[in-house]
């Protein structure tokens, strides 16, 4: 009588081995759902040739949602990596900071990674009036002393050779009573005006005080941590 079946009683532990095997024999109807688990694939045994174009997607590169966010890379091995989330970018409209850590690439052969900016606050005022003889604070809330400091004349009519809209920068320092200081600490900008400010024209290159009276210049503070 011809074997038309052999049931697995029949065959011994091992007996089947790779070599008794055709290529293609054992197809996908072979193959119980769930029959080939993590355990039963060795180290690298699935190459690119075996994965199918797009047959891994995000989904399967990711898989857990508590990875939202985060970046796949490679490290220095050349292994995939993922990049932990970097600090959220934030802003406040009333005082115009900012914060938030960039992505920095570490060139080839070495990994990417979070960087925190130079400056990652910055504060600027509102147009303000200005006069000689006193002194105009600014309220910046930085939470600390400023690492940089402008203060500049924004005019609002052409004055001395310059253009609506033009800023011109103010300077420390001054010859006696004429000229201006800028001080900050970490709560406020300070300008304290003498008794008169100097420009040089733009037109006749000659100098001429500005007449905060004429109220053709504001003032805008700026600062940045």
Same mark, same amino acid.
């Given at each position: 009588m011809a074997l038309t079946k052999i049931s697995a009683g029949v065959m011994a532990a091992d007996s089947v081995e790779t070599a008794s095997i055709s290529n293609s024999n054992v197809?996908? @109807?072979k193959i119980n759902a769930l029959a080939v688990t993590t355990a039963k694939i060795n180290n690298d045994a699935i190459t690119n040739a075996k994965i199918g174009a797009d047959a891994v997607d995000i989904t399967e590169m990711? +898989? &857990?949602?508590a990875y939202d966010g985060q970046l796949l890379t490679y490290d220095t091995s050349g292994n995939p990596t993922r990049l932990a989330v970097?600090?959220?970018q934030g802003s406040n409209t009333s005082t115009l900071f900012h914060s938030g850590q960039f992505l920095q690439t570490g060139g080839a052969g070495a990994e990417p990674a979070w960087k925190t900016p130079l400056f990652s606050k910055f504060y600027e005022s509102a147009t303000t009036d200005w006069a000689v003889n006193s002194v105009i604070t600014f309220t910046h809330g930085l939470g600390a002393i400023p690492k940089l400091v402008q203060v500049v004349w924004k005019l609002i009519a052409a004055e001395d050779g310059y253009s609506v809209g033009n800023e011109l920068v103010l300077h420390d320092g001054g010859d006696g009573n004429i000229g201006s200081t800028i001080a900050s600490d970490s709560t406020t900008i300070q300008v304290a005006f003498g008794s008169s400010v100097v420009v040089i &024209?733009?037109?006749s290159f000659t100098g001429g005080a500005i007449d905060p009276a004429n109220t053709k210049t504001k003032l805008i @503070?700026? +600062?940045?941590l």
């Open positions: 197809t996908t @109807a990711l +898989g &857990n949602s970097g600090t959220v &024209n733009q037109g @503070a700026r +600062g940045w």
